[in-house]
């Protein structure tokens, strides 16, 4: 067996655990998947985890005593980690255990052999872009919700990412084809031109450890992204997650952005989050069917819904409006995940007809917009 000792701080162990944890989950069929391996080698000490399609490995800033590696599960070692009170932690393997000595407490954890962890994918070189960190971490949260959640088309349980299909740009998009929400984000490095698709799973991991580093106050402001024909990697700080792509070809999904409108509102995002949540108490179950009419002889957008269960509800939002009167049936659930995604002051809802994808937009702001299917009465 391999005999491993290390000291580090419980925070700084504590802060590494929640950046792997993730992606260790119950897996039934391969138990190893549940476990975090701990390499501590002369120079650093890494923690991994991975269920085969995506593994994140993150540096725990330690002092290595002994150079090993061994694997425990992750849940209990992160739950117990955060547990303790005491801020000097020692690790070390002792046959099939891991022993966790902090204060006057000590405690063996079992595990498995190194050996039997699955072996990470090391990364060659691909084509290597640099985005900020607010700005892609920002733009999966506005994108993300978009994404198809089950596998019937496996493309578009995606995102696709499109370097440089305009200049200096990384274009974000998802869609589960009842709604389609795109992002637009500057890359600071990275000239060549190329269509990836991101697993959701992945994309979500990537929103989550940006998040975390961003809350530990990390320095790293910058991401840097390789990507090559089967493989992204992503690094930010410590951590390092390489997935897996998606294969296949994304629709083309800017045919179905409408550019010419017949009517236009603008109105307080704010306020018709409220109206549009009182509408969706009355709407028929499974159906979330909200009628939104913009009315420019008004300056108005009038909402309707109705359930033979629940009963009625109109409302008004003063807008500044253009066009013809025209409504549409929407999705509240939709409407709300798009307005729940725009953070300026006002937003703006473009509509064509009944029958067309209507567009909700950010004022102000053209590197985001949102589009959402009618409901075919």
Do not use: W
Request: contains cysteine.
């Amino acid at each position: 067996y391999t005999y491993m000792k290390i000291l580090c701080t419980r925070e700084n162990l504590a802060n590494a655990l929640s950046l792997i944890s993730g992606i260790a989950s119950k897996n039934i069929n391969l138990p190893i998947l549940n476990n975090v391996l701990i390499k501590a080698q002369e120079q650093k000490v890494d923690l991994i985890a991975t269920n085969l399609e995506l593994a994140v490995t993150t540096q725990l800033r330690a002092k290595v005593e002994n150079t090993g590696s061994f694997t425990v599960p992750a849940k209990t070692l992160n739950d117990f980690v955060n547990l303790l009170s005491e801020e000097k932690v020692e690790l070390s393997v002792k046959e099939n255990e891991l022993e966790v000595v902090s204060g006057k407490s000590s405690t063996k954890i079992k595990g498995t052999a190194a050996d039997e962890f699955p072996v990470v994918p090391s990364v060659n070189e691909g084509r290597g872009y640099v985005v900020e960190s607010e700005l892609l971490k920002k733009g999966l949260d506005q994108v993300n919700q978009a994404a198809a959640r089950n596998d019937i088309r496996p493309e578009l349980a995606g995102l696709v990412f499109k370097f440089n299909s305009e200049k200096k740009k990384l274009v974000m998009a998802a869609t589960d084809s009842y709604r389609l929400a795109e992002k637009k984000i500057s890359l600071e490095q990275g000239d060549e031109e190329v269509d990836i698709i991101v697993p959701i799973r992945t994309a979500q991991e990537i929103n989550r450890v940006l998040a975390l580093n961003k809350n530990t106050g990390s320095s790293e402001k910058k991401v840097r992204i390789i990507t090559s024909d089967n493989q992204i990697v992503v690094r930010n700080n410590d951590v390092e997650l390489v997935s897996r792509l998606v294969e296949g070809k994304y629709p083309d999904y800017t045919q179905i952005i409408p550019t010419n409108f017949a009517s236009t509102a603008v109105f307080s995002t704010q306020k018709m989050t409220k109206e549009v949540k009182a509408a969706s108490l009355f709407t028929t179950t499974g159906v979330n069917a909200v009628s939104f009419c913009i009315k420019p002889s008004d300056g108005v957008v009038a909402m309707s819904s109705a359930s033979a269960q629940a009963g009625e509800h109109k409302s008004e939002v003063s807008a500044e409006t253009a066009g013809e009167e025209n409504s549409i049936f929407l999705n509240h659930r939709y409407v709300l995940d798009g307005l729940g995604n725009i953070d300026s002051d006002s937003c703006e809802l473009k509509i064509v007809n009944g029958d067309s994808p209507c567009v909700l937009a950010p004022v102000g702001d053209d590197s985001y917009v949102y589009i959402v299917m009618p409901i075919r009465q």
